[in-house]
Structure formats: C-alpha cells, structure tokens
C-alpha cells in the first residue's frame, strides 16, 4: 500500500526553524521523486522543494532557496525539509508528495501520492 505520512509542524516563531519529516512506504518508496508542496488559505499549491531518493539531485522553489533544505535518508525511508529563518508568509499546510515518473518537478498535478499534510504556523 502506497503510503506518505508527514509530521514536524506546529506553532513557531518568525525567525525559527521546523524540520518537516515525511516517511514513505509501498510504492511511493519506487518513486523518481519527492517533493514538499505548502498551501496557504485561498492559495494554490505552491511548490517547496524535491529530491531524487538516489543521487541526492535537489531543486528549490523561490520561496524556499536559501531557507530551507530538503534531504533524504534512504535507509529510513523518509524525506526531510528543514526549514529556517520561517516568516509569517510561510504559514501553510505542508504536503509531502511522491512523483513516479521523470519530469518536470515544481508541478502538483504532475505527483502520484500525497500526504494527508502537516500544518506549519509562523507567528509574527
């Protein structure tokens, strides 16, 4: 059974760090890539950050380069965003994502399997 589940959020303040966990199992773990999405109230989906389980390739949306750092430990099964210098802007619901295929990274419609999602707060 193909299964995501992410933990780590909460109630931080601006300026502080999360670290985002998201344990995969079934065929998600057969995966090309993982990738983090976030959506905001009355937002869309908007991309964060994904990785190859092999090889350790990364990519960044603008909102997160230079703050936050995905990563993975294969023996875990599990992807990691670590996410500093959090701002408000950043509050969202926090979606791990598994994408089968190879292919453009930073597009929701383009992933397989979803997390139910890990609320991250940022107060000011």
């Known amino acids: 059974q193909a299964q995501l589940v992410e933990s780590g959020g909460g109630l931080v303040q601006a300026g502080g760090s999360v670290r985002l966990s998201c344990a995969a199992s079934?065929?998600?773990?057969?995966?090309?890539?993982m990738g983090w999405f976030r959506q905001a109230p009355g937002k869309e989906r908007e991309f964060v950050a994904a990785?190859?389980?092999?090889?350790?390739?990364?990519w960044y949306g603008d909102s997160a380069k230079g703050r936050f750092t995905i990563s993975n430990d294969n023996a875990r099964n599990t992807v990691y965003l670590q996410m500093n210098g959090l701002k408000p802007e950043d509050t969202a619901v926090y979606y791990c994502?598994?994408?089968?295929?190879?292919?453009?990274?930073?597009?929701?419609?383009?992933?397989?399997?979803w997390g139910q999602g890990t609320q991250v707060t940022v107060s000011s």
């Open positions: 994502a598994a994408k089968l295929s190879a292919g453009i990274v930073g597009i929701p419609q383009k992933y397989d399997y």
């Open positions: 079934g065929r998600t773990r057969s995966s090309s890539y």
């Open positions: 990785i190859t389980w092999s090889g350790g390739r990364t």
